[in-house]
């Protein structure tokens, strides 16, 4: 997992498996965010192969902390599978989903 | 599938385990999966999978009580089979409501999606308080998922 900010928006770079090894470390991670007020967040899932309901427990977990803090949070590039898992889980109703990572940046402005 | 057999393994039921388990797991369908031209079967045996073995590290364990997942892994005639067994605390999946998905919440959904993603699932507590939980799925090219149906 690796952080990047620039131009006011964090971007948060998954590896290629979003279990639940590495759940709580962004969890963990949106929260300290949010404390030093950092609450634009773009979620690249582009390099993610894999993903389960821990990776997307998550994901909304994150998501809720940013909208509590007055932030949003975006997904960019995610895979096929990722995709499936978010349309089963109605997921795709709640995240605001973009194809490729300069075009969910690109929302932020 | 290439060839039937059975693989057992036994591991501690630590979260730590999870991700070399899912490589080791994905890899070894896709090696047995030349008659499946589906990747998102594999997707779905992987996501069960992983699934079950959180569960067990979650639910049956915790962060008190540690104990081994016993991992049997069947190929045979097309179909891949799952038994996981542990010693921990059991439940009854009966009980367990479904998730609200117009509700998202942070869990709850592992048990469901293993349901959804498999072609069938049973839970038992034996007598001897060894938990069993069974997953299959036919190994052939998917039939559409109940979103691209609905």
Redesign the interface.
Known sequence: MQVQAANGVTVISMDERFDATIAQKLKDTVKSLAEREQTRLVIDLSQTRFIDSSGCGALVASLRVLMKNKGDMKIAGPSAQARSLFQLTRLNRVFEIYDTLPEALKSFS | MRSNFTLKIEVPAK??M??PL??FV?SLIEQLSDNCDA??VI?RV??AF??AF?NI??HAYSATREGPAIIEIISSNDQLTFVFTDFGKGFDPEKVMP?N??E????G??LW?MK?VMDDYSYRTESDGRNVLTLRKKMTKSMP???EVA
Not at chain 2, 104 to 107: A, K, Q
């Open positions: 979260i730590f999870l991700r899912g490589f994905r990747s998102d997707d992987e996501l992983s699934e959180t590290c979650r998730p998905l117009d998202p919440r942070e869990g959904l592992g999606l959804q998922s109940p979103m």
